[in-house]
Structures are given as C-alpha cells and as structure tokens.
C-alpha cells in the first residue's frame, strides 16, 4: 500500500456509480464550464448509438473547405482546444461549428426538446505546441476564435483544471473508465451524421507501448475498449470524466484524440492536457 502525502489525501478519491467523488478539485480555466446533464449510458462510436442531444454543449467541429476535418472542445469563449494534426497544413481557412449534432438536420430535436441552429465561427489564429512535429509528440493546439461564443444551454465550454499539475495528474491516475464524443467514421465506413459517444477504459501506458511498438510517457493517456474505438473523424475530440463535487457533476477534459489502431479496432491515444495546462492557461490569457 502506498502511503500518500497529505496534499494528495485531501483529495479523498471514491469510486461511486462509475464517477469520482472529490472533496476539493484544482482551479478551473473557466468557472462557467459545464455541469454534467442529461443521459449518461455508454455509447460507442464504431459500433455505436448516438450522445445524447443535450450532454456535450462543448463539442465543435472544425471545418476545412465545407468537410468536417477534426474535433475539438470550447474551453473558453474565444478558444477551442483540438489536436495539432488538425491544423491546416496549407494554411486554408478552419471555421469552427458550435452546437452541433445531426449535420443533415437544420433543427436537432429529442423528446426533451430542441435545440437552436448551430453557430459557425472563423479560426484566426492556431498556437500549436513548440516541436510539435507529428502525433507521436506534442499533439495539441489551442485554436483562436474570430468573435467570442455567447454562453447558453446548448453551447458551453468543458470544464478544464489549471494551476495545479500534481493534483490533476493524481485525479487522472484514479479515472478508471472515461468518455468520448465525435462524428469521425463508424463500422458503415462512413462518418456519421449524428454525434457518437464511447466509453473507454483506463489502461497502462505500458500496454500502449507495447501495441504500438513506442514508449509512452505521460503526455500520453492509453484507452481502449474490446468492442468499440474512435477512427478518422474523431481526431481532436475530447477524453472526459464525470467527477462528483458535492451536489455538483463536472465533466472535465482530460485528453485529446491523437491516433489509434489500424482499422481502428484497437487501444487508442490521447495527448494528456495534464502536462500543458500551464501553456494553455497562458495562451488563453495572453491572447
């Protein structure tokens, strides 16, 4: 049994219903981030069902050309944080869609209700991590937003921990089982129109190290399901944890889509926002 220091302690981590249950958390880039609503079953996206309509105010997705290109998260009102393979390479211009969900319906409604029309916004910066050369090394970036997003129901950001690595670091470590979302590929071979979720499970990283024949460290997450995975499509979306706050549910960003297996049948890799949340802290305050 390890013994932990009490900074560590404090943190009281309890699996309960699936969701980490914490006593205190670290400071979040921005208070107004979402708080866990609507269903919560698991999903897949190759072999999937569809999110739930109101569950994921956060989602973009990020358009080069009139096609769909990546994923990525709103984190604040003027910034979306997606993968650094998801920039332009020819230095097009990226639009950014919030509050989106079925791409072939104008009006996205449930049984609960309906949502407003999405929004698209034009990218006019991307800060791309220094050496960042390929997805086996520094595959995040911070996308800058041409006008602010104006907060609702529909459109919110994800809630996002800054300021204090070592407490995240050990929240992560805790996390047994976690979420994604995207439009990427489905078992038709084609994206799918409406947005998939998937629940993942937690691996070592020495299992990925060992499927992809490279070391990991800790700028990598390693997740992987037996029946489902994200695929082409998905790059740039979100790895999040529902943690319990008191009276409160937070879904908290931990990762980003980088890659995965070929065909992707397979344990996937996430880049960690764990070891940049310093620069994207500074990014966003500095720009």
Known sequence: ??????????????????????????????????????????????????????????????????????????????????????RSETKRKLTVRLGEYDVNQAFDCSRLGCIPRP?????????????????????????????????????????LFVGDAPRTAELLKNIRHFNSTGWGRTQQRTNSPILQQITLTHYDLSYCSSFFGRLMDNSKICVGSATSSTCNGDSGGPLTARLQFGKDKLVVLFGVVSYGAAHCHGPTIYTSVVPYADWIESVVRNH
């Open 1 to 86: 049994m390890n013994i932990m220091g009490a900074g560590v302690l404090e943190l009281l981590l309890l699996v309960v219903l699936g969701c980490l249950e914490v006593q205190s958390f670290p400071r979040l880039l921005d208070p107004q981030c979402m708080t866990a609503r609507g269903e919560t079953g698991r999903y897949r996206i190759i072999n999937g069902k569809a999110a739930d309509l109101f569950s994921n105010p956060w989602m973009v997705i990020i358009i080069e050309r009139g096609m769909m290109r990546c994923g990525g998260s709103l984190i604040t009102p003027r910034f979306v944080l997606t993968a650094a393979h998801c």
């Open 119 to 159: 929004k698209e916004i034009n990218v006019t910066n991307a800060f791309v991590y220094r050496n960042f050369v390929n997805f086996h090394r520094n595959d995040i970036a911070l996308f800058k937003l041409e006008t602010a997003v104006q907060y609702g129901d529909y459109i919110r950001p994800i809630c």
